[in-house]
């Protein structure tokens, strides 16, 4: 949508916004690091192991199914979600200015350095003072797309803080990779003709089918309230465009994977039309003794009947590096209760 015209926006009824909708009697979970306020949600135990879960661009904590979230607590661990910076809850960094994304595009493809009000360094910087906000020595980082790459630096940068490192749907930033195909990388720089409410549901839901997963859609009723609820809790398009600029001005981090000494699982689907596989299996082969999950039908979201399997997952890798020892149980696996 257009960014920076909230007159117009207003007009409209719609305006960008961070409100809160709570019970006000709730403690409000919120913890300042890295001089910002970060909104956070945990489940599970605080004494067992942590999992903090990093989202990808423009996610809120919620878009990390609560099921899932719940599945893993239930594992022995205890789960940590989180806005980043500039999304949902958390603080909003206007002093980065409005990032013109049309120029920046066109600086990206011709391989021209980007300038961005903050990097995903900074964002691991945030992670890191979430974890020290919480007292909690280290983690088990499962990172989804953007939250991946924010992940890979953490795994190699701060490796004394990560347990573990479950890498979803994300890439090094290798320009050599494939990439989105020309339709889609065209939609996801359109903006919507209007910008009443309507239009702005009618646009997201439209763009989360060409990322979706083909062998299991999301129908119209779920994914609309999922949007709703997003749009609901937080709406500030200026935040993803400035992330954006983020992830367009890193430069490549196959350099670091050679550093990343966590045991590392990754987890691609092979149907991803935003981050294609091939970025997946890079990070599996530069990763020393990294685990490679290729999931069919799978594209660059977490639809409701892979998410037994995506928990199952997390859990055995997380678990094998506890030593088995946390959530053992003769039970059936708390995943399985996922489906």
């Known amino acids: 949508m257009r960014d920076g015209g909230p007159a ?27 001089g910002i306020q970060i909104e956070y949600e945990t489940f599970g135990n605080a004494a067992d192991p942590a999992i903090l879960l990093i989202m990808g661009l423009g996610g809120q904590l919620v878009l990390w199914p609560e099921a899932l979230c719940q599945a893993l607590a239930r594992g022995g661990f205890y789960v940590i979600r989180y806005d980043n910076r500039d999304v949902g809850l958390s603080s909003k960094i206007d002093s980065a200015g409005k990032p013109d994304l049309k120029r920046a595009s066109i600086r990206y493809l011709l391989r021209l350095p980007l300038n961005a009000g903050y990097g995903l360094e900074d964002m691991a910087a945030d992670a890191l003072g979430l974890l020290d906000a919480l007292k909690i020595r280290c983690a088990h980082v499962v990172g989804l797309s953007m939250g991946g790459m924010i992940g890979q630096i953490l795994a190699a940068q701060h490796a004394e803080r990560v347990s573990s490192f479950t890498a979803i749907m994300t890439t090094s930033g290798n320009p050599r990779l494939p990439q989105p195909s020309l339709r889609l990388r065209l939609r996801l720089t359109q903006r919507p003709k209007r910008v009443d409410r309507e239009a702005l549901i009618q646009h997201s839901m439209n763009t989360w089918k060409l990322i979706g997963s083909p062998g299991y859609p999301t129908d119209d009723v779920t994914l609309r309230a999922m949007i709703e609820r997003d749009q609901k809790r937080s709406f500030y398009p200026r ?13 490549s981090r196959l ?22 596989v091939a970025a997946g299996r890079e990070l599996a082969r530069c990763i020393a003794g990294a685990k490679l999950e290729e999931i069919e039908g799978m594209g ?40």
């Open 8 to 34: 117009k926006l207003k007009r409209r009824g719609f305006v960008q916004q961070s409100v809160k909708f709570r019970n006000p009697s709730i403690p409000v979970p919120q913890a300042q690091a890295n």
């Open 300 to 339: 660059h979201d977490l639809p409701e009947p892979l998410l037994p399997r995506i928990g199952q997952l997390i859990l055995a890798h997380v678990r094998a590096v506890q030593g088995g020892v946390q959530g053992a149980s003769p039970q059936k696996s708390p995943a399985a209760s996922l489906a």
């Open 239 to 251: 935040g993803m465009a400035r992330q954006t600029l983020a992830i367009m001005a890193a430069k």
């Open 255 to 276: 350099p670091l994977l050679a550093r990343i000494t966590a045991p590392t699982l990754v987890i691609h689907g092979k149907a991803d039309p935003l981050v294609p």
